[in-house]
Nanobody, 123 residues
Framework: VQLQAYGGGLVQAGASLRLSCAAS????????MGWFRQTPGKEREFVAA????????KYEDSVKGRFTISRDNAKSTVYLQMNSLTPEDTAVYYC?????????????????WGQGTQVTVSS
């Protein structure tokens, strides 16, 4: 599968952005999907994930109540709605497909990654 993330940009603190990640291939609806982010010099960190059905959603503590993950299986696309952005949210955001394991937050459970989209939040 190929994943392509887009929708990043430069915004002011308090603004909103919606990231999208389009997947190629026919198996999108069979996999849980996640979003991660990375800043220079730091490890890639978990942001949010959603189960195949969409019933299970997991969020990193600092984004709970501000970010919402969703998916449209008909469009093979996963979204990340980001509200009330802060400068601490500045990072490259990656979408990923979770292929195995039981822990949505475990980066090692993800086997396919998009190229990343830059989100920059100014104060």
């Amino acid at each position: 599968v190929q994943l392509q993330a887009y929708g990043g940009g430069l915004v002011q603190a308090g603004a909103s952005l919606r990231l999208s990640c389009a997947a190629s291939g026919r198996s999108f609806s069979s996999y849980a999907m996640g979003w991660f982010r990375q800043t220079p010099g730091k490890e890639r960190e978990f942001v949010a994930a959603m189960s195949v059905s969409g019933i299970v959603q997991k969020y990193e503590d600092s984004v709970k109540g501000r970010f919402t993950i969703s998916r449209d299986n008909a469009k093979s696309t996963v979204y990340l709605q980001m509200n009330s952005l802060t400068p601490e949210d500045t990072a490259v955001y990656y979408c990923a497909r979770r292929a195995y394991g039981l822990d949505y937050e475990n980066i090692r459970d993800y086997d396919s990654w998009g190229q990343g989209t830059q989100v920059t939040v100014s104060s």
